[in-house]
């Protein structure tokens, strides 16, 4: 399997992806904003539509669309005046029903739009490689450079504010780094699948710890562990990849969750 | 003249929606003194907290810092609405007192890690250090997160409701616990409380908190459980101030020798007044401790 071209750079962009995902979501599923995954990668596809329709590189519509999104989520839930899910829920449909009218005013059928939903593997170039690790190579500096303040707004937020922390500022830089990071994911997961990659690693990973630095280095390791394993999975099944990798997440969650000693369950309840 | 005070309130009026939490405030808090907040439920001790500690904005009136800076503040929240399966130790959230002083960017040194288990050890938890926080108990939580406050080496200690649910004796070891940490630290303590029978015993001031503030000198004697029972029935929620017949002190009344205790007729040594300016006046005159702000700080 790794004669093939196509296959190393489904694996090399899958492993840089998944690390990414997963150090991201070590803070989302911490600050139990699972969901906002899904409202992001979705407002993309907005994003996605309308640089097709306009001959915007698609990467910078949607890291526009989904940045927007994403800022926007933050700041309606933190002004108190929606809830979360509420806005992850509107914000969610205005993005697609926007990518659904940019797609009905492109005249022609759009191939490559089913690509973006699902992910595809076959589509991956050179050059998204090279875009997937210096946005990822950003994303890891800013982490490592704000980490402790990342942890001590996830912990408590009100007290990090009482102590001086910056934690509205840790707030957006979260939701904007998550949502860059969705961006350069969904070509190889897909938009409907990139927030499962971005949940499941950790949501696994808290199953077996109560100390943050492992559940990190945990969840870098189930994050490659459903890329890669998922891809080869799919490669010798012949399945759908993006598919796969969030089968084989699932599987591997649920195993945790059962055999857990610990049972992080505050993932399902707010 | 001002250098005893580290905060004052002005006419601080708090506002949410459709409550007036608290109505003209004034209050200062002088430098090495221990004051605490009683007051019936909703009368805004926490309100009043907040806003000292900058989480809440006056709608009206100003909050002033006498040359004390936020990092100085160590807020210690009534519950924190925090998922106690977050995976970190003990040490960790008291380290976490200490980031906003080491800033953005850098990481913790061995110096942190040192104060960090200091301050553990301050409250009797050392050997606790590396377990889960989710894994203590609520009276162990509590102590964390004072160790964490502590971690920051604040000048300002603000405690809201920290003994709500522990039994008498586990409040007489905690207010003796502040008391020597207020000693060994030189810290200035504000403590928003229901212990009546205990906290007046501890703090040289007690402030009653419903809307306004209302402040009381606070001879043991005065309050005493049984006086206090006698003087304001036994019901938390009867201290209201208008209805009972207390009286008033113009003057904050403490014997160099001992100040602790009253000479004074305890009936005659706290007051009806809302005091509106006293309580900025009786800062100007308690300054015996102010020394103590360039005292070295324990690690
Ligand atoms: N965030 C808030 N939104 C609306 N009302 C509030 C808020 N915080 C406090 N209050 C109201 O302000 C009043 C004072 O509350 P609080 O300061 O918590 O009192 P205490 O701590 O003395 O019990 C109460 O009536 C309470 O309902
Ligand atoms: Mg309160």
Same mark, same amino acid.
């Given at each position: 399997?790794?004669?093939?071209?196509?296959?190393?750079?489904?694996?090399?962009?899958?492993?840089?992806?998944?690390?990414?995902?997963?150090?991201?979501?070590?803070?989302?599923?911490?600050?139990?904003?699972?969901?906002?995954?899904?409202?992001?990668?979705?407002?993309?596809?907005?994003?996605?539509?309308?640089?097709?329709?306009?001959?915007?590189?698609?990467?910078?519509?949607?890291?526009?669309?989904?940045?927007?999104?994403?800022?926007?989520?933050?700041?309606?839930?933190?002004?108190?005046?929606?809830?979360?899910?509420?806005?992850?829920?509107?914000?969610?449909?205005?993005?697609?029903?926007?990518?659904?009218?940019?797609?009905?005013?492109?005249?022609?059928?759009?191939?490559?739009?089913?690509?973006?939903?699902?992910?595809?593997?076959?589509?991956?170039?050179?050059?998204?490689?090279?875009?997937?690790?210096?946005?990822?190579?950003?994303?890891?500096?800013?982490?490592?450079?704000?980490?402790?303040?990342?942890?001590?707004?996830?912990?408590?937020?009100?007290?990090?504010?009482?102590?001086?922390?910056?934690?509205?500022?840790?707030?957006?830089?979260?939701?904007?780094?998550?949502?860059?990071?969705?961006?350069?994911?969904?070509?190889?997961?897909?938009?409907?699948?990139?927030?499962?990659?971005?949940?499941?690693?950790?949501?696994?990973?808290?199953?077996?710890?109560?100390?943050?630095?492992?559940?990190?280095?945990?969840?870098?390791?189930?994050?490659?562990?459903?890329?890669?394993?998922?891809?080869?999975?799919?490669?010798?099944?012949?399945?759908?990849?993006?598919?796969?990798?969030?089968?084989?997440?699932?599987?591997?969650?649920?195993?945790?969750?059962?055999?857990?000693?610990?049972?992080?369950?505050?993932?399902?309840?707010? | 003249?001002?250098?005893?005070?580290?905060?004052?309130?002005?006419?601080?009026?708090?506002?949410?929606?459709?409550?007036?939490?608290?109505?003209?405030?004034?209050?200062?808090?002088?430098?090495?003194?221990?004051?605490?907040?009683? !007051?019936?439920?909703? *009368? =805004?001790?926490?309100?009043?907290?907040?806003?000292?500690?900058? +989480? /809440?904005?006056?709608? %009206?009136?100003?909050?002033?810092?006498?040359?004390?800076?936020?990092?100085?503040?160590?807020?210690?929240?009534?519950?924190?609405?925090?998922?106690?399966?977050?995976?970190?130790?003990?040490?960790?959230?008291?380290?976490?007192?200490?980031?906003?002083?080491?800033?953005?960017?850098?990481?913790?040194?061995?110096?942190?890690?040192?104060?960090?288990?200091?301050?553990?050890?301050?409250?009797?938890?050392?050997?606790?250090?590396?377990?889960?926080? !989710?894994?203590?108990? *609520? =009276?162990?939580?509590?102590?964390?997160?004072?160790?964490?406050? +502590? /971690?920051?080496?604040? %000048?300002?200690?603000?405690?809201?409701?920290?003994?709500?649910?522990?039994?008498?004796?586990?409040?007489?070891?905690?207010?003796?616990?502040?008391?020597?940490?207020?000693?060994?630290?030189?810290?200035?303590?504000?403590?928003?409380?229901?212990?009546?029978?205990?906290?007046?015993?501890?703090?040289?001031?007690?402030?009653?908190?419903?809307?306004?503030?209302?402040?009381?000198?606070?001879?043991?004697?005065?309050?005493?459980?049984?006086?206090?029972?006698?003087?304001? *029935?036994?019901?938390?929620?009867?201290?209201?101030?208008?209805?009972?017949?207390?009286?008033?002190?113009?003057?904050?009344?403490?014997?160099?020798?001992?100040?602790?205790?009253?000479?004074?007729?305890?009936?005659?040594?706290?007051?009806?007044?809302?005091?509106?300016?006293?309580?900025?006046?009786?800062?100007?005159?308690?300054?015996?401790?102010?020394?103590?702000?360039?005292?070295?700080?324990?690690?």
């Amino acid at each position: 399997m790794f004669e093939s071209a196509f296959m190393i750079r489904a694996l090399l962009g899958g492993v840089m992806v998944s690390f990414l995902l997963s150090l991201l979501g070590f803070f989302v599923v911490l600050r139990k904003m699972s969901f906002i995954g899904v409202g992001i990668a979705h407002a993309a596809f907005g994003g996605v539509a309308l640089g097709q329709l306009v001959g915007v590189p698609v990467l910078i519509s949607a890291t526009l669309f989904s940045v927007a999104t994403g800022l926007g989520i933050g700041a309606v839930t933190r002004k108190g005046k929606i809830k979360e899910d509420t806005a992850i829920g509107i914000f969610f449909a205005a993005g697609m029903a926007l990518g659904v009218i940019f797609l009905a005013l492109k005249p022609g059928y759009s191939a490559d739009l089913v690509s973006y939903l699902f992910g595809s593997i076959l589509a991956i170039t050179p050059v998204d490689l090279w875009v997937i690790l210096g946005v990822s190579l950003v994303i890891l500096v800013l982490i490592l450079l704000f980490f402790k303040e990342l942890l001590a707004s996830s912990f408590d937020a009100e007290l990090a504010r009482a102590s001086g922390i910056p934690e509205a500022g840790m707030f957006y830089l979260l939701l904007a780094l998550v949502s860059v990071g969705i961006v350069i994911s969904i070509k190889i997961v897909g938009i409907v699948l990139v927030s499962a990659l971005l949940v499941l690693p950790a949501a696994t990973a808290l199953q077996w710890s109560r100390r943050w630095f492992f559940v990190l280095v945990l969840s870098l390791f189930f994050g490659l562990l459903y890329t890669v394993g998922g891809l080869i999975i799919s490669y010798w099944l012949d399945f759908p990849s993006g598919a796969t990798i969030v089968i084989l997440g699932t599987v591997v969650f649920t195993c945790s969750l059962l055999a857990s000693p610990l049972r992080y369950t505050a993932i399902f309840s707010k | 003249m001002n250098e005893s005070r580290l905060v004052s309130l002005q006419d601080v009026t708090v506002r949410f929606e459709d409550v007036t939490a608290l109505h003209d405030v004034n209050l200062a808090i002088k430098s090495g003194s221990s004051t605490a907040l009683i !007051g019936p439920n909703g *009368g =805004g001790k926490t309100t009043l907290l907040k806003v000292i500690a900058g +989480l /809440a904005k006056p709608s %009206r009136g100003n909050v002033r810092y006498y040359d004390l800076k936020h990092s100085e503040i160590g807020y210690v929240p009534q519950e924190n609405a925090v998922d106690w399966r977050f995976p970190v130790s003990a040490l960790d959230v008291v380290l976490m007192g200490r980031y906003p002083a080491l800033g953005l960017v850098r990481w913790l040194g061995s110096e942190d890690r040192k104060v960090g288990m200091a301050m553990l050890s301050e409250v009797g938890l050392e050997r606790l250090a590396q377990h889960p926080v !989710g894994s203590l108990s *609520g =009276g162990q939580k509590q102590r964390v997160a004072i160790a964490r406050a +502590l /971690a920051g080496e604040p %000048r300002l200690l603000l405690l809201d409701e920290p003994t709500s649910g522990a039994d008498v004796e586990a409040k007489d070891n905690f207010y003796t616990l502040i008391s020597r940490l207020k000693q060994e630290l030189s810290l200035t303590i504000l403590i928003a409380s229901h212990d009546l029978g205990v906290v007046p015993k501890f703090v040289d001031d007690v402030a009653c908190v419903a809307g306004g503030v209302h402040l009381h000198t606070c001879p043991s004697e005065v309050w005493d459980e049984e006086h206090f029972q006698r003087l304001y *029935g036994t019901q938390m929620e009867a201290v209201l101030h208008g209805k009972v017949p207390h009286r008033m002190v113009q003057e904050h009344h403490k014997p160099q020798s001992n100040p602790r205790r009253s000479t004074g007729d305890p009936e005659s040594s706290h007051t009806n007044n809302t005091v509106r300016n006293d309580a900025i006046r009786l800062s100007k005159k308690t300054n015996e401790k102010s020394g103590k702000k360039s005292q070295k700080r324990k690690p």
